[in-house]
């Protein structure tokens, strides 16, 4: 079972961004990701156990805060088109930080490169010179979720396992 760990945005959220990726996709070529498949990354997992996931989750204790969707930027290396803060939330930091402690307490092997809060809003772009500015959209983080992918003809398929709250203070 291959597993991440995400944050989730609300709905009117996720369809702004989908919204703003057909238009960017204009620009830059590519995949516009799905309305229901947007989200941000907090720890890819692979293959692995979910209840180990899961017991290192409830584990955590991190504060709810709001995510800054403030920029677009093209990755030419990877072709990707993503959204995100101009500069990682403190609290954000630190529940990625708890939450990767907790994984490797269960002995989960991560990927060692800095964390870097983006959402993916576009894959094999070929362009991104000229994104429009990202949409003004409101983004409460007040859980995270683990989430299940598999892979199909069809692409990925993403099901939520669990989701675990954050406080209004930590």
């Known amino acids: 079972m291959r597993l991440f760990f995400a944050l989730w945005p609300p709905p009117e959220a996720a369809r702004a961004l989908?919204?703003?990726?057909?238009?960017?996709?204009?620009?830059?070529?590519?995949?516009?990701?799905?309305?229901?498949?947007?989200?941000?990354?907090?720890?890819?997992?692979?293959?692995?156990d979910p209840g180990k996931a899961m017991a290192a989750a409830r584990r955590v204790i991190a504060p709810s805060h709001e995510l800054p969707i403030e920029e677009a930027r093209y990755w030419r290396a990877n072709g990707i088109v993503w959204v995100g803060p101009r500069a990682i939330?403190?609290?954000?930091?630190?529940?990625?930080?708890?939450?990767?402690?907790?994984?490797?307490?269960?002995?989960?092997?991560?990927?060692?490169?800095?964390?870097?809060?983006?959402?993916?809003?576009?894959?094999?772009?070929?362009?991104?010179?000229?994104?429009?500015?990202?949409?003004?959209?409101?983004w409460p983080v007040g859980e995270f979720v683990l989430v299940s992918s598999s892979l199909s003809a069809k692409g990925a398929a993403y099901e939520p396992l669990e989701r675990f709250s954050l406080s209004a203070r930590a």
């Open 89 to 138: 939330p403190i609290a954000l930091k630190v529940l990625n930080e708890k939450l990767k402690a907790q994984l490797e307490r269960e002995q989960f092997a991560l990927e060692k490169r800095p964390f870097a809060a983006h959402v993916t809003l576009i894959r094999k772009a070929r362009a991104g010179d000229s994104l429009p500015p990202p949409p003004q959209i409101d």
């Open 18 to 48: 989908a919204r703003w990726a057909v238009e960017a996709q204009r620009r830059t070529g590519g995949r516009a990701v799905d309305e229901a498949k947007v989200h941000l990354t907090l720890a890819f997992l692979g293959d692995a």
